[in-house]
């Protein structure tokens, strides 16, 4: 019976020991990490008059319940009288254990009285030819053609989204390129690159027609023709 009660004591001085070790181990660590979070007010792509003067959509961000949506940066400028994309990052206020949450806006600037500037579709019957196959886009994708104000247009995608949109390969994939425009409306490719295989245009030729807001091109690129119509929206 003594045997058994001298059991019962040392187990329950040992449980008692790791116990406190447990509780010094634990001591200035937090239980729960509250981390915090921001939401974009008015989306995460705008398209904003040229001339008008840049408002802010909102944000709002919180942590642990509380509104601390005073407390984010903003990093990066909207110019307004310049056609172009612009990148706003928006960054929280950081938590006790140094995180802190971002949210990233596009604001596109454009002229609303440029004939040439805006949003165009790559007509669905656009097609590819690889090695004698033709092949349809079958869909229209959007493009953004910019005006550089010198006779030169900038163009987020040549090849009208056939890899980044209808392959689905991502913005990495778009033959961003600059195409001057003669008085005659025949188009030329001046420069062109593709970011995720770091090459550009083997050949490009085409027109613009003004007065109805359509570019017929034919982009060769990587051997392949890429013969597109695209009307602005």
């Given at each position: 019976m003594k045997k058994n009660i001298l059991y019962t004591m040392l187990f329950a001085l040992v449980a008692l020991m790791v116990t406190s070790c447990g509780d010094k181990k634990s001591e200035g660590l937090s239980r729960f990490t509250y981390y915090p979070t921001i939401e974009l007010e008015g989306?995460?792509?705008?398209?904003w008059d040229k001339g008008t003067a840049w408002e802010e959509p909102g944000y709002a961000s919180t942590l642990n319940g509380e509104d601390v949506s005073s407390e984010v940066t903003i990093s990066g400028n909207v110019d307004v009288n310049t056609s172009g994309v612009y990148h706003l990052v928006y960054?929280?206020?950081?938590?006790?254990?140094?995180?802190?949450?971002?949210?990233?806006?596009?604001?596109?600037?454009?002229?609303?009285?440029s004939t040439i500037e805006g949003f165009y579709l790559t007509q669905p019957d656009s097609y590819r030819v690889r090695e004698g196959a033709q092949v349809a886009y079958g869909n229209a994708y959007e493009i953004l053609v910019i005006d550089n104000g010198d006779g030169t247009v900038s163009v987020d995608d040549l090849l009208g989204g056939w890899y980044c949109q209808r392959a689905g390969y991502g913005s990495n994939y778009s033959l961003a390129g600059t195409l001057g425009i003669g008085a005659d409306?025949?188009?030329?490719?001046?420069?062109?690159?593709?970011?995720?295989?770091?090459?550009?245009?083997?050949?490009?030729?085409?027109?613009?027609?003004?007065?109805?807001?359509i570019f017929q091109v034919d982009c060769v690129y990587a051997g392949m023709n890429f013969v597109q119509t695209w009307v602005k929206e």
């Open positions: 989306g995460d792509y705008v398209v960054t929280t206020k950081k938590n006790d254990d140094g995180f802190d949450a971002s949210a990233a806006r596009t604001v596109v600037v454009l002229d609303p009285n409306g025949s188009v030329s490719c001046l420069e062109s690159f593709l970011i995720g295989w770091g090459d550009s245009h083997d050949d490009f030729s085409g027109t613009y027609d003004a007065e109805n807001g």
